[in-house]
């Protein structure tokens, strides 16, 4: 199990995010952060709109923080190059599983650890492989009844009971929302800058 001797302030109210960071036995808090999230038309690379909305996030939540390491993360879903985000509602939860329905896609997660009072900041992104397999659309018209699409990238969670999709390389806890293994690498990274 990892363990975190200082407290995280996490700037995300994601029970997927708490929960992993509560599994692994880090200390955290909750700071919501108030952002609108930027366009994902203002960034050519998904892996730029990840990081800087994942920035965008910590730096917000910094203005509620005098003193502590804050944890903002951005997870989005891309197919071809092209961002797939959260459903707006049921409708577009069904287009958006029709357009993964049989893909190769990736989910990808930003990172930013940030410093109080210091401003110290540190980024970096995950990217993991997916396919999800073709789904009937009595398939994906059940699925949405469940509900299970809202506030999730791409319309899915892959700890659903039957996901529809695996991982063809890459890290479990990012598709959930939190890369676990960047995020232990980013805090001794991170620490060792503060030192």
């Not at 690379?45 to 390491?69: C, F, I, M, N």
């Amino acid at each position: 199990m990892s363990t975190a001797a200082d407290e995280i302030v996490l700037a995300s109210a994601s029970p997927q995010r708490q929960r992993l960071l509560a599994e692994a036995g880090y200390r955290f808090r909750v700071v919501e952060p108030g952002i609108t999230e930027p366009s994902p038309r203002n960034f050519e690379d998904p892996a730029e709109y990840v990081s800087h909305t994942a920035w965008l996030k910590a730096r917000d939540a910094a203005r509620q923080v005098p003193a502590g390491t804050i944890l903002a993360a951005d997870t989005v879903v891309v197919l071809g190059g092209k961002i797939i985000g959260k459903p707006a509602d049921a409708g577009h939860a069904r287009r958006i599983l029709a357009t993964l329905s049989g893909s190769d896609h990736e989910v990808m997660t930003g990172l930013c650890l940030w410093h109080q009072p210091d401003e110290i900041w540190l980024g970096a992104f995950e990217r993991t492989q997916l396919r999800m397999r073709p789904l009937s659309d009595q398939e994906r018209e059940d699925y949405v009844r469940t509900d299970r699409w809202v506030g999730k990238a791409g319309a899915y969670a892959i700890q659903d009971p039957d996901p529809y999709v695996s991982i063809v390389c890459g890290s479990y806890s990012n598709v959930v929302g939190l890369p676990m293994e960047l995020l232990e690498r980013l805090l001794a990274r991170f620490k060792g800058a503060r030192a």
